[in-house]
């Protein structure tokens, strides 16, 4: 039989999170009793003002709408290059039937000419 030994005195190294990187949240009640709903995606806010729960961090809940302090044990960061991986090995023809309609969008407007590209309107006067 083997034993697995957990040292209590030695945390696990925790990263820091700064405002307005995107995270992955983890409600560790809902998790473990099985119920839906216990893993949402959020941006952090800041730390926690309440003096009682110094080591949370302030997460938005993008769902919901509502800020939450966190326990960063239950966070995990979302990299930038993970939500752009499809326009980064896209193929560079706005034709191709397996591209999302963002990335096909943004290659049609980045393959026009400079001179060819539509001004967007200022709703002020005219220049």
């Not at 995270?23 to 998790?31: E, H, K």
């Not at 216990?38 to 302030?58: E, I, M, Q």
């Not at 044990?73 to 990299?79: I, K, M, N, S, T």
């Not at 290059?81 to 560079?92: F, I, K, S, T, Y």
Request: contains cysteine.
């Amino acid at each position: 039989m083997t034993f697995i030994h957990i040292n209590l005195h030695e945390p696990l190294p925790v990263p820091a999170f700064e405002s307005g990187s995107y995270v992955l949240v983890r409600d560790p009640a809902r998790f473990w009793l099985g119920e839906p709903g216990h893993t949402s995606v959020g941006v952090v806010r800041a730390g926690c003002l309440d003096y009682h729960y110094p080591k949370r961090v302030r997460v938005r809940d993008l769902r919901t709408g509502r800020d939450e302090c966190v326990l960063p044990e239950y966070l995990r960061p979302l990299p930038a290059g993970e939500c752009m991986r499809d326009v980064d090995v896209a193929p560079l023809a706005s034709d191709y039937p397996g591209l999302h309609p963002a990335a096909v969008a943004w290659l049609q407007q980045n393959s026009r000419p400079a001179e060819a590209r539509p001004e967007l309107e200022s709703g002020g006067e005219q220049r």
